[in-house]
T-cell receptor
Framework: GESVGLHLPTLSVQEGDNSIINCAYS??????FIWYKQESGKGPQFIID?????DKRQGQRVTVLLNKTVKHLSLQIAATQPGDSAVYFC???????????FGSGTKLNVKP | KAGVTQTPRYLIKTRGQQVTLSCSPI?????VSWYQQTPGQGLQFLFE???????NKGNFPGRFSGRQFSNSRSEMNVSTLELGDSALYLC??????????????FGPGTRLTVT
């Protein structure tokens, strides 16, 4: 079933290429960020997180970059696979505890 | 370790009715948050519970309420349902304590349709 907005920006990449998904966040005081992947009909799946005292964090095939100067996050996926096709959201923590503001999402389409 | 579970997965209700959704967090997680996801508004924060107390609340009307039990399981309730309440309701759990932030994991959601 549908899970995201009707007019999502879409990134189309060839299988095996690297993907870069960008996100602008709103609050310069946000100190924690998460990238999620959401496949159709499923809940968002945690991919990777980063705290504001870091500029870069790497996981398996994924890297998150944080540029606090321009309030920008990016998610890099190496050697993109068809299974990476999904909608990707960045989420920024607002204030204390676990209140997150989610971006509108980017649809990644991987062409075999 | 089992993930976040939500029940029921699908619901169809009529305008004016009320509904209760349930969420069981990952074992050991004490924070439970609820989100509403719609095509038009995306993912929006409803509220967060920790140790049976609401710690955060989003900008939703009072018809939306929740609670958390001593075993960290949580329920949310929507009264006097409106057509615009049709959405995917997602629950997320986290280890987070005090003001620290930890990884937050989502359940599969409950798809609510109001007719």
């Amino acid at each position: 079933g549908e899970s995201v907005g009707l007019h999502l920006p879409t990134l189309s990449v060839q299988e095996g290429d690297n993907s870069i998904i960008n996100c602008a966040y709103s609050n310069s005081a946000s100190d924690y960020f998460i990238w999620y992947k959401q496949e159709s009909g499923k809940g968002p799946q945690f991919i990777i997180d980063i705290r504001s005292n870091m500029d870069k964090r790497q996981g398996q095939r994924v890297t998150v970059l944080l540029n606090k100067t321009v309030k920008h996050l990016s998610l890099q996926i190496a050697a993109t696979q068809p299974g990476d096709s999904a909608v990707y959201f960045c989420a920024e923590k607002e204030g204390n505890f676990n209140k997150f503001y989610f971006g509108s999402g980017t649809k990644l389409n991987v062409k075999p | 370790k089992a993930g976040v579970t939500q029940t029921p997965r699908y619901l169809i209700k009529t305008r004016g009715q009320q509904v209760t959704l349930s969420c069981s967090p990952i074992s050991g997680h004490r924070s439970v948050s609820w989100y509403q996801q719609t095509p038009g508004q995306g993912l929006q924060f409803l509220f967060e519970y920790f140790s049976e107390t609401q710690r955060n609340k989003g900008n939703f009307p009072g018809r939306f309420s929740g609670r958390q039990f001593s075993n960290s399981r949580s329920e949310m309730n929507v009264s006097t349902l409106e057509l615009g309440d049709s959405a995917l309701y997602l629950c997320a759990s986290s280890l987070a304590i005090k003001g620290d932030a930890y990884e937050q994991y989502f359940g599969p959601g409950t798809r609510l349709t109001v007719t």
